[in-house]
């Protein structure tokens, strides 16, 4: 039907990508794209499809949701029918045709070279059907990686045909990785939104296999752009966090890199035309059109892709202290908004210390304990300024701060012993 979410058939290239010109077949074709990716040091993922178009759905009913002769549909979604994991025999057994399907999807992409896949919608297939089908891909590629569309855990699905979110049942049957909640960060009122965020991350971490995480979608390519929440100091801070933040894989949308609002064809306007099978529709101002083609980001903020690539160079420096150290959330005073996030990553005697401001739009001052921190630790801040200047008085023991709009500082510091003499220290698993 021309959308990814609304496939044709799973185990085909979608033809526009194929050059009719060229001898070599839609596979081949496919392989020659992935091994180019992995000469410029690039991993390919495929986003793996929760859903089928009517067409497929005409073809293989085999494979479909279907209840009293009528063919099941997440809400909102009229364009698409849904897989049917289960038989149809009542017994709660998984639907071997589906399943035989998936693994063929799996194998098309392993035999390419495809390193992982995206799986759209993680929910709409249990648990028994990930644990089969990620297992199955392992004993073809050890290394393949798996990304679970999964968000939060849900009392009740938003959706009707839907079932519940359940994250953590996601990593359990084998992803490495699901979205998250991060996307939300603009909404969090305070830094004790963020704070309790990780932890309820991290204490996760605990119950599944070592390595599990979650990626750092402050924007998704279903959300606004960055740009619409602050500009610039809003992009950076993000990416500030992205890179010294536990258990997160960071996580950018195209477009992001140069403060692109508009990553698509006909901006807020009604599009004229339209690959999917569904109504000519209004793309909402600041999105991403998923539906259709694009062209390619033209944002007029390149310094935001060069503040970002200094906060991954960043991480990759600190890497044994930001991937694996423990997260030592830091006691302040006369925060009275609570707008500063004040944190510590440490592992075997090394501290990096983060002070930034999550309001992007005023100047915050306010005290952070920093125990066993000495006088006379000078502060060089280990990423590129930007927006507002900000001030630091250093004493023992802590460190007077005036933060500019939005602005987020990281530092080496000496202070071998913070475990130690801190109270909410939480370890990276």
């Given at each position: 039907?021309?959308?990814?979410?609304?496939?044709?058939?799973?185990?085909?290239?979608?033809?526009?990508?194929?050059?009719?010109?060229?001898?070599?077949?839609?596979?081949?074709?496919?392989?020659?794209?992935?091994?180019?990716?992995?000469?410029?040091?690039?991993?390919?993922?495929?986003?793996?499809?929760?859903?089928?178009?009517?067409?497929?759905?005409?073809?293989?009913?085999?494979?479909?949701?279907?209840?009293?002769?009528?063919?099941?549909?997440?809400?909102?979604?009229?364009?698409?029918?849904?897989?049917?994991?289960?038989?149809?025999?009542?017994?709660?057994?998984?639907?071997?045709?589906?399943?035989?399907?998936?693994?063929?999807?799996?194998?098309?992409?392993?035999?390419?070279?495809?390193?992982?896949?995206?799986?759209?919608?993680?929910?709409?297939?249990?648990?028994?059907?990930?644990?089969?089908?990620?297992?199955?891909?392992?004993?073809?590629?050890?290394?393949?990686?798996?990304?679970?569309?999964?968000?939060?855990?849900?009392?009740?699905?938003?959706?009707?045909?839907?079932?519940?979110?359940?994250?953590?049942?996601?990593?359990?049957?084998?992803?490495?990785?699901?979205?998250?909640?991060?996307?939300?960060?603009?909404?969090?009122?305070?830094?004790?939104?963020?704070?309790?965020?990780?932890?309820?991350?991290?204490?996760?971490?605990?119950?599944?296999?070592?390595?599990r995480s979650v990626i750092g979608s402050f924007a998704t390519h279903d959300d606004v752009s960055p740009m619409f929440h602050g500009g610039e100091i809003y992009c950076n801070l993000t990416s500030g966090l992205q890179a010294t933040l536990p258990m997160l894989n960071p996580y950018f949308v195209d477009g992001f890199q140069s403060g692109d609002r508009y990553i698509y064809k006909y901006g807020?306007?009604?599009?004229?035309?339209?690959?999917?099978?569904?109504?000519?529709?209004?793309?909402?101002?600041?999105?991403?059109?998923?539906?259709?083609?694009?062209?390619?980001?033209?944002?007029?903020?390149?310094?935001?892709?060069?503040?970002?690539?200094?906060?991954?160079?960043?991480?990759?420096?600190?890497?044994?202290?930001?991937?694996?150290?423990?997260?030592?959330?830091?006691?302040?005073?006369?925060?009275?908004?609570?707008?500063?996030?004040?944190?510590?990553?440490?592992?075997?005697?090394?501290?990096?210390?983060?002070?930034?401001?999550?309001?992007?739009?005023?100047?915050?001052?306010?005290?952070?304990?920093?125990?066993?921190?000495?006088?006379?630790?000078?502060?060089?801040?280990?990423?590129?300024?930007?927006?507002?200047?900000?001030?630091?008085?250093?004493?023992?023991?802590?460190?007077?701060?005036?933060?500019?709009?939005?602005?987020?500082?990281?530092?080496?510091?000496?202070?071998?012993?913070?475990?130690?003499?801190?109270?909410?220290?939480?370890?990276?698993?």
């Open positions: 039907a021309g959308s990814v979410y609304s496939p044709g058939d799973m185990l085909e290239i979608d033809p526009p990508l194929i050059d009719k010109k060229d001898s070599r077949t839609p596979k081949e074709q496919f392989k020659a794209f992935v091994d180019e990716c992995h000469k410029r040091g690039l991993r390919v993922m495929v986003d793996m499809p929760s859903c089928a178009s009517y067409s497929l759905y005409k073809q293989r009913p085999d494979l479909m949701a279907i209840k009293n002769e009528i063919a099941e549909t997440p809400g909102g979604w009229e364009d698409i029918r849904m897989f049917q994991p289960w038989d149809d025999r009542g017994k709660r057994t998984l639907n071997p045709e589906l399943l035989e399907y998936h693994k063929k999807f799996v194998d098309m992409l392993i035999d390419v070279g495809v390193d992982g896949i995206r799986a759209d919608v993680a929910r709409t297939k249990p648990v028994d059907f990930w644990d089969i089908l990620i297992s199955y891909s392992h004993k073809r590629d050890p290394e393949f990686a798996w990304l679970a569309e999964s968000y939060t855990y849900e009392d009740a699905s938003p959706q009707a045909n839907m079932p519940y979110d359940r994250p953590e049942d996601s990593l359990r049957a084998g992803f490495d990785a699901y979205y998250g909640q991060y996307h939300i960060f603009h909404e969090w009122p305070n830094a004790k939104a963020l704070h309790d965020y990780v932890i309820e991350n991290l204490n996760m971490s605990y119950r599944v296999e070592n390595g807020n306007q009604y599009s004229q035309e339209t690959d999917t099978d569904s109504h000519i529709m209004k793309v909402h101002e600041g999105k991403l059109d998923i539906f259709n083609l694009s062209r390619k980001p033209q944002g007029n903020n390149p310094q935001i892709g060069e503040f970002m690539k200094a906060c991954m160079k960043l991480r990759d420096d600190y890497a044994h202290i930001l991937k694996r150290g423990s997260y030592v959330i830091l006691d302040k005073t006369k925060d009275s908004q609570d707008q500063i996030i004040a944190f510590a990553r440490h592992r075997q005697g090394k501290t990096i210390l983060v002070l930034a401001n999550k309001d992007v739009n005023n100047t915050v001052a306010c005290k952070v304990k920093v125990p066993t921190l000495k006088s006379n630790q000078k502060l060089i801040n280990l990423l590129p300024s930007y927006g507002k200047e900000s001030k630091f008085q250093v004493s023992d023991g802590q460190i007077g701060v005036v933060l500019g709009p939005g602005r987020i500082h990281v530092f080496e510091i000496d202070t071998p012993n913070i475990e130690l003499y801190s109270n909410n220290v939480y370890k990276q698993h």
